[in-house]
């Protein structure tokens, strides 16, 4: 089993509140992954990072920001929820590129 | 054009049964392939990597065809344990990051 951990697991928060998503990987990977994925839908990457302060957007335009500050711990923030953020959130690492562990993901609501 | 396109199924096929299915990806320089399974509601996990010649896994063979740019996925003797929506995914040449399929779903019944 993988060691990457996400929280919440479950977060039900008003419009315009701020939230900080966790990830955190046992693992020691250089490269940590944000993905956004809607039920029945492919995956999106919306940020990446492969070391401590390298960050960069992935391919699906995202309201969030990130930050690596540690090699272990690769949190996503929202500054100002919004019903379109509704989504389920998945975090990713990977010693090489290609063989991605995933986390449990967050199921993010915004009412 | 998508980079990774898959047929999203269902497939519902018995117990016992034989299923197959392909997906076809746009980068013809792609160079790593992979399908993951993602059980309903849970995060993806690696399946099996797809190589050049073919490779089986137990009940799982998965076979690459460059020519066509497709991947294949069959799945042998299906158990009900096989239901879920596998993906396939597709490495970015010169990169890091994987492209992503919006699954095929396989539902296997008793």
């Known amino acids: 089993e993988a060691d990457i951990y996400q929280t919440p697991r479950y977060l039900v928060i008003g419009t315009g509140k701020k939230i900080t998503l966790e990830c955190s990987q046992t693992?020691?990977?250089?490269?940590m992954y944000w993905y956004q994925q809607d039920p029945g839908m492919e995956l999106h990457l919306i940020h990446y990072?492969?070391?401590?302060?390298?960050?960069e957007k992935g391919d699906l335009s995202s309201e969030s920001t990130v930050s690596r500050i540690r090699t272990e711990h690769f949190p996503l923030t929202l500054e100002s929820a919004r019903p379109s953020h509704t989504s389920q959130y998945l975090c990713?690492?990977?010693?090489?590129?290609?063989?991605?562990?995933f986390g449990p993901g967050t199921r993010l609501t915004v009412t | 054009r998508k980079e990774v396109e898959q047929d999203p199924g269902p497939f519902n096929v018995p117990e016992g049964a034989t299923v197959a299915f392909n997906c076809t990806y746009s980068?013809?320089?792609?160079?790593?392939f992979f399908w993951y399974r993602q059980d309903c509601r849970k995060e993806p996990k690696l399946l099996m990597s797809?190589?050049?010649s073919g490779n089986e896994d137990g009940r799982f063979t998965a076979q690459l065809n460059r020519a066509s740019q497709y991947i294949s996925l069959l799945i042998r003797d299906s158990k009900l344990s096989d239901s879920a929506t596998y993906l396939c995914?597709?490495?970015?040449?010169?990169?890091?990051?994987?492209?992503f399929g919006a699954g095929t779903t396989v539902t296997v019944r008793a």
């Open positions: 990713a690492s990977s010693e090489s590129g290609n063989e991605q562990y």
């Open positions: 693992m020691g990977h250089d490269k």
């Open positions: 990072s492969y070391g401590v302060n390298s960050t």
């Open positions: 980068n013809s320089a792609s160079q790593s």
């Open positions: 797809v190589y050049s």
């Open positions: 995914v597709v490495n970015r040449l010169n990169d890091y990051k994987l492209s």
